[in-house]
């Protein structure tokens, strides 16, 4: 398992990536596009510096937006969905998507987990 991406809710996807584009060197961006299945607008921005930036807007985020809170989920990239799936529920967290195929991704599948320690996204690898 390992670290993708960190989701980042924002009320404008344009005002977000201006941001990142003045602190971060963006080496590459994804998107931006609509993705119907997770009800989200997203883009992905590449950073030279670190770990990759997926902005997230769309009625999926609005709650967060209007609390002023920005971070959404961390994303797992994983060998087998399934099975960490299974592993994060019996250590306590609870599946809010099941495996959805994603746009962003070019249709990997990703499932959501409410846990612990927030929303977790998990990525298959495959």
């Known amino acids: 398992m390992k670290l993708h991406h960190l989701g980042i809710a924002t009320k404008s996807l344009e005002k977000a ?3 990142v584009c003045s602190t971060h060197t963006v080496i590459r961006e994804i998107g931006p596009i609509w993705d119907p299945n997770l009800k989200a607008n997203l883009l992905m921005l590449v950073v030279n510096e670190g770990i990759s930036i997926e902005l997230v807007s769309g009625q999926v985020v609005n709650s967060l937006v209007k609390k002023n809170i920005s971070l959404y989920h961390y994303c797992y990239e994983v060998e087998n969905i399934n099975n960490k799936i ?3 529920k019996k250590e306590g967290g609870s599946q809010i998507i099941k495996p959805t195929p994603a746009k962003l991704f070019n249709g990997r599948l990703v ?3 409410y846990t612990p320690i927030g929303l977790i996204e998990l990525l298959n690898n495959n």
């Open 86 to 88: 299974e592993l994060f």
């Open 111 to 113: 499932s959501f987990i």
């Open 17 to 19: 990536k201006d941001f």
